[in-house]
């Protein structure tokens, strides 16, 4: 997953960027509250002239990216409970996650992301808060539940285990996976393998006629010196 940072600007309107030097002590999660918006669009609302609300958040999750729109030591107004010295707003990191799209993706990319941020904070998930936590409102309310909450209880597990599993130095399933086809791809980039046949009818043999003592290249090389005999041909 990309993490990119693109700040909206200090005096963005309805006081979106309120500028309040922060020093977080938990993270807040919530949903965005809405089915179609990707991370781009929610980052693109926060400075379209149409949207008229005193409403921010720090960084928006979806299946692709996660992005910083607020810097995290500066307080965004998310929580919905005022502008205390000790409110959500002023002490909390928000984070929006995505409905859009693949939202099992958008999840696993949020538990990745927040388990990131509690680990480099040296924090547990006793620090993680629902926007519920702060105000009451039913978000993230893709984890409500009819009030069960079943989803945020869900969501704090899979955040305890990936600290956990981490903390162990292990590599998830998935991690693995990934490795795996990373190298096989290596592995397969760097393989020499004769002329294959595009080269052979373009070029008429596979060692141009003895030039080459031992044609074996990789598919990259192959391509490398097709390129350099088209423009000395020219
Ligand atoms: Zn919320």
């Given at each position: 997953m990309l993490y990119r940072k693109d700040p909206i600007p200090k005096g963005t309107a309805n006081n979106r960027r309120p500028g309040y030097s922060m020093s977080p002590t938990t993270i807040t999660i919530h949903n965005t509250g809405n089915p179609s918006s990707t991370a781009d669009n929610e980052r693109s609302w926060l400075t379209n002239p149409g949207n008229t609300r005193t409403a921010s958040f720090h960084i928006v999750v979806d299946s692709k990216e996660a992005i910083e729109c607020i810097p995290l030591n500066e307080n965004a107004w998310h929580a919905g409970d005022g502008s205390g010295a000790a409110s959500g707003n002023r002490t909390s990191i928000s984070i929006e996650i995505c409905e859009s799209g693949d939202y099992a993706k958008n999840l696993d990319n949020a538990v990745q992301l927040v388990a990131g941020m509690l680990r480099e904070r040296g924090w547990g998930v006793d620090r993680l808060r629902r926007h519920w936590d702060w105000s009451k409102k039913i978000c993230p309310r893709l984890m409500y539940d009819g009030g069960k909450w079943t989803g945020w209880f869900d969501f704090k597990n899979r955040v305890a285990a990936e600290l956990a599993g981490k903390d162990e130095g292990k590599v998830t399933k998935q991690e693995y996976e990934a490795m795996e086809k990373r190298i096989a791809k290596l592995e397969e980039d760097n393989k020499l393998v004769?002329?294959?046949?595009?080269?052979?009818?373009?070029?008429?043999?596979?060692?141009?006629?003895g030039l080459i003592a031992d044609p074996q290249l990789t598919t990259e090389g192959w391509r490398t010196l097709a390129i350099g005999l088209r423009s000395s041909r020219k």
């Amino acid at each position: 997953m990309l993490y990119r940072k693109d700040p909206i600007p200090k005096g963005t309107a309805n006081n979106r960027r309120p500028g309040y030097s922060m020093s977080p002590t938990t993270i807040t999660i919530h949903n965005t509250g809405n089915p179609s918006s990707t991370a781009d669009n929610e980052r693109s609302w926060l400075t379209n002239p149409g949207n008229t609300r005193t409403a921010s958040f720090h960084i928006v999750v979806d299946s692709k990216e996660a992005i910083e729109c607020i810097p995290l030591n500066e307080n965004a107004w998310h929580a919905g409970d005022g502008s205390g010295a000790a409110s959500g707003n002023r002490t909390s990191i928000s984070i929006e996650i995505c409905e859009s799209g693949d939202y099992a993706k958008n999840l696993d990319n949020a538990v990745q992301l927040v388990a990131g941020m509690l680990r480099e904070r040296g924090w547990g998930v006793d620090r993680l808060r629902r926007h519920w936590d702060w105000s009451k409102k039913i978000c993230p309310r893709l984890m409500y539940d009819g009030g069960k909450w079943t989803g945020w209880f869900d969501f704090k597990n899979r955040v305890a285990a990936e600290l956990a599993g981490k903390d162990e130095g292990k590599v998830t399933k998935q991690e693995y996976e990934a490795m795996e086809k990373r190298i096989a791809k290596l592995e397969e980039d760097n393989k020499l393998v004769p002329a294959p046949k595009w080269f052979i009818s373009e070029f008429g043999s596979p060692d141009l006629k003895g030039l080459i003592a031992d044609p074996q290249l990789t598919t990259e090389g192959w391509r490398t010196l097709a390129i350099g005999l088209r423009s000395s041909r020219k």
